[in-house]
């Protein structure tokens, strides 16, 4: 590449050199290889949002499903405790000194009303 400056100071350049003129020969810097399409291709910046949503999303249904599984053992042992209480007048437990005793009507039947109750509120 080539520059001068002409009589009014304007600097000119040009692939060809010109006649008449006092010129400077410059070089031009190389050009870097064609850049990839993607600029960011080289940064390693971990998952993307995308990504990252994806996994929140699996996590989330992975613990629903795990809550759903509690939810529905604990229905069935709700459930279980109610047929085995509602029937049955004379309902025998071990206390907590290990001794065995019968639950009284009244005891009894607010225990199913409150095993009823948890069922109605958690239960499908």
Known sequence: MYSWTDENGTVHFSETRPEGQDVKEQSLPQADPAPSSNPYADVDSGPSYADQRREEIRKNNEEAQVNNAMTEVQCAAWQA?????????????????????????????NRVAELKSQIAKNCK
């Open 81 to 109: 405790e109610v047929e085995r209480l509602e029937p049955n007048r004379r309902v025998f437990f071990t206390n907590d000194q290990g001794e065995t005793e019968r639950m009284d009507d009244v005891e009894r039947t």
